[in-house]
């Protein structure tokens, strides 16, 4: 028994309107990042639905100021009590955008939520819904891969939060 050829649409093909509807109000009811809520409640030591009103607001360019180099942008953000001796940012990374080599005096934890990242150092390449922690004192580099701008939730922890926690010429490293 042959089977019937599988449906085809053709570029241009006009898509019924009560589908068409179905499918746009679909997406316009599923945030397209909440389904990271728990987890950046989790790292941020806030409620699911803290951490959902504030995925909700990062397509909004203005939230976000320079970074340290050029194509990162970030928006501080305050966690829980939990936080109260780190420091948390959402940070985009413009396509094609390389961070150069630095390290942390702190633990650091890293949230992709959107894009593809590869440490330069390690090889490592991670996606949405990756966490990647750094221990005190490591050092890293991250390049954008093709695709989408990358968008994480990185959470800085460590006594020197005050001051210096981003070393640039590794001196802080051991």
């Known amino acids: 028994m042959t089977r019937p050829p599988a449906p085809f649409c053709p570029a241009g093909a006009l898509v019924a309107e009560p589908l068409k509807r179905r499918i746009l109000d679909s997406i316009a009811r599923t945030p397209r990042l909440g389904r990271f809520a728990h987890r950046v409640g989790k790292m941020l030591d806030l409620s699911a639905e803290t951490a959902a009103i504030q995925l909700l607001t990062l397509d909004d360019p203005n939230a976000f100021v320079p970074g340290p180099y050029p194509g990162v942008a970030v928006r501080p953000v305050d966690g829980g009590p939990g936080l109260s001796r780190a420091r948390a940012a959402y940070v985009r990374l413009a396509r094609g955008c390389t961070v150069p ?50 968008l994480l939730l990185v959470v800085e922890y460590g006594e020197n939060i005050a001051g210096c926690t981003v070393c640039l010429d590794g001196s802080c490293c051991p």
């Open 101 to 150: 080599t630095h390290c942390h005096l702190g633990h650091e934890a890293t949230l992709v939520l959107i894009g593809r990242c590869l440490d330069l150092r390690t090889g490592a390449i991670t996606g949405p819904g990756s966490v990647v922690v750094a221990p005190p004192g490591s050092t890293h580099a991250v390049a954008v891969l093709p695709g989408p701008a990358a």
